[in-house]
């Protein structure tokens, strides 16, 4: 016959003496106290299996104080995550990079190189070229004469006859002359 006053241990399955067991605050569930945790940040007792550490301070917690970055899914503490100010994610600072132009703090998927200055920054603050998925500043962009689409520097060709830049895939070199001028400017024979 079982004593009244005794309960399982919920981590061994032993029985003991209620006096010598503590109740989790999470589940509710009795153990000793040396197979308990206390949690971190309140202090209350826990089962080790209701319990989570927290990637940015590394406590090991109740896992009810804990979120999962919508970037990463690591766990921290719901006072930890901050918002991405692009998509308004709610993630860890250490996930969240600055616009070289804005300062607005981001995740890194939201940032695309400028092929020119190579500053990060936003991508809806940068044109994209016609001519290849390069991204630039638009002060650093060209835009052709002929089309008016963006090109990067090295993408760009002088026109002899319009006087002015076009894009490399939108010239050619007149035969007679050795000119680069836009392409439809040039008969069949290249001339």
């Known amino acids: 016959p079982r004593l009244t006053r005794a309960a399982p241990s919920a981590m061994s399955r032993n029985w003991f003496d209620r006096d010598l067991l503590r109740k989790s605050a999470l589940?509710?569930?009795?153990?000793?106290p040396d197979e308990m945790v206390l949690c971190q940040e309140t202090g209350a007792p826990l089962l080790p299996a209701e319990t989570e550490r927290c990637t940015m301070?590394?406590?090991?917690?109740?896992?009810?104080?804990?979120?999962?970055?919508?970037?990463?899914?690591?766990?921290?503490?719901?006072?930890c995550?901050?918002?991405?100010?692009?998509?308004?994610k709610r993630v860890l600072p250490r996930e969240r990079v600055a616009c070289d132009v804005t300062g607005a703090k981001v995740l890194p998927g939201e940032l695309e190189f400028c092929a020119v200055?190579?500053?990060r920054v936003l991508r809806d603050r940068l044109?994209?070229?016609?001519?290849?998925?390069?991204?630039?500043?638009?002060?650093k962009a060209?835009?052709?004469l002929l089309t008016g689409a963006v090109g990067i520097p090295d993408e760009i060709a002088f026109c002899a006859w319009l006087g002015g830049p076009i894009?490399?895939?939108?010239?050619g070199v007149c035969r007679l002359?050795?000119?680069?001028?836009?392409?439809?400017?040039l008969n069949k024979d290249g001339e």
Request: hydrophobic share 35%; net charge positive; aromatic share 8%.
């Open 27 to 32: 589940s509710g569930g009795f153990a000793l």
């Open 81 to 88: 995550f901050v918002e991405c100010e692009k998509t308004q």
């Open 142 to 144: 060209v835009r052709s």
């Open 57 to 79: 301070t590394g406590k090991r917690v109740d896992r009810r104080l804990l979120s999962r970055s919508e970037a990463t899914g690591d766990f921290a503490l719901k006072k």
């Open 127 to 139: 044109l994209k070229s016609a001519a290849s998925d390069r991204y630039i500043l638009p002060e």
């Open 167 to 171: 894009l490399k895939a939108e010239s």
């Open 177 to 185: 002359t050795g000119c680069t001028v836009a392409r439809k400017f």
């Open 117 to 119: 200055t190579g500053r």
